[in-house]
């Protein structure tokens, strides 16, 4: 009735019908709601797991759309769940199991709802393979709802590598340590790799995480540059929080904030925006620098920086200034940093 999927949808659609106001499905309503597309003469019950289409099939009933990413590179996972999670949107991780009891292998999917994360506060922001320090990457563990383990199960990113032979090859992975333990019952006898990421996520919002990321790679490229001409106020590497979040959320956070003066809170909290934004948060010795706001709801053609939020007003000011020099038009206008540099040439 239940197998791992069913529970893994089960478990977010908990949230997300409170999110988005969809009827919540029990599991059997799921079954059935993912094995609609099945052949007439194969059965929804008893049922021993679901399909990755059968499990987007029951999200696109509940009127969410499927969102599927390879999460085998563990930059890409950490960034994504980060992301979407710090925005309200829980996510089912589908991981590799590889048992290798008793000298035999044998290989196996599982599905888990991702429900959390925990940031390793004391450690130096990494910097990610793009070549900007990324927040996200912080992430040393994160909280499931596995229905094999319980409620708020850990999963530790610990580095360790798997190796098994397959077929005849060796072959290894990156493991992530989990409490799963193979038909021996020894924790060593399995190893766990993330394989792929799961979110239903609401119709409106159209642009992913991997399109704000490669604007920010750029733009933090060109701040390099300045910096590296020795004209940019700020010399360190900056770091940058990206996520996403909804408009009251935004704004809630912005009545919070000290750091903004009254009137520009007040144009701040009285605009009006989407109700889906991607937020880029810069900051460099924990002291934030400046916000930066994407619409979610917008389409990839015409994905372009909402609104930048001053929070330090000489880095600010000196953007506004050296983005309308005609060597910076030049050199960046048809490049994808231009999507944030436009808006502060567009200043005055």
């Not at 319980?150 to 409490?179: M, Q």
């Not at 372009?304 to 005609?326: Q, T």
Request: hydrophobic share 40%; proline share 4%; net charge neutral.
């Amino acid at each position: 009735m239940a197998a791992c999927a069913t529970s893994a949808l089960w478990s977010v659609f908990h949230f997300s019908g409170k999110q988005y106001q969809h009827p919540i499905l029990s599991p059997v309503e799921l079954t059935k709601a993912a094995c609609d597309s099945l052949p007439l003469e194969s059965r929804f019950l008893p049922n021993k797991g679901l399909t990755l289409p059968q499990m987007s099939h029951a999200i696109r009933t509940v009127h969410l759309e499927p969102f599927l990413i390879n999460a085998r590179d563990e930059e890409v996972l950490k960034s994504t769940l980060y992301a979407y999670l710090k925005g309200g949107v829980p996510v089912i991780l589908i991981v590799l199991q590889i048992d290798t009891s008793y000298g035999t292998v044998e290989i196996d999917k599982h599905a888990v709802a991702v429900t959390g994360y925990n940031i390793d506060h004391g450690s130096k922001t990494p910097i990610s393979k793009r070549g900007y320090r990324l927040r996200a990457l912080k992430i040393n563990k994160i909280y499931t709802h596995d229905d094999q383990i319980g409620p708020f199960s850990r999963i530790l990113f610990n580095n360790e590598l798997f190796k098994v032979k397959i077929n005849g090859k060796d072959c290894v992975y990156n493991s992530i340590d989990t409490s799963w333990r193979g038909r021996n019952n020894r924790k060593e006898s399995i190893g766990v790799m993330a394989e792929d990421l799961l979110i239903p996520v609401y119709h409106k919002i159209r642009i992913p995480l991997s399109d704000i990321e490669t604007v920010i790679m750029h733009f933090d490229e060109f701040i390099k540059e300045l910096q590296a001409a020795d004209i940019f106020p700020i010399k360190q590497q900056l770091e940058w929080d990206i996520y996403l979040t909804q408009i009251n959320q935004f704004k809630k956070d912005i009545c919070q904030k000290t750091n903004i003066d009254e009137e520009l809170k007040y144009e701040i909290l009285t605009a009006a925006m989407p109700k889906f934004l991607w937020r880029a948060e810069a900051s460099c010795n924990g002291k934030q620098v400046f916000d930066l706001l994407f619409d979610a709801t917008d389409i990839l053609q015409g994905l372009s920086l909402n609104r930048a939020i001053a929070l330090d007003r000489v880095c600010y000011d000196f953007l506004k200034v050296i983005s309308k020099e005609s060597v910076i038009v030049n050199q960046y206008k048809d490049k994808p940093a231009w999507r944030i540099i436009e808006w502060f040439h567009n200043r005055r």
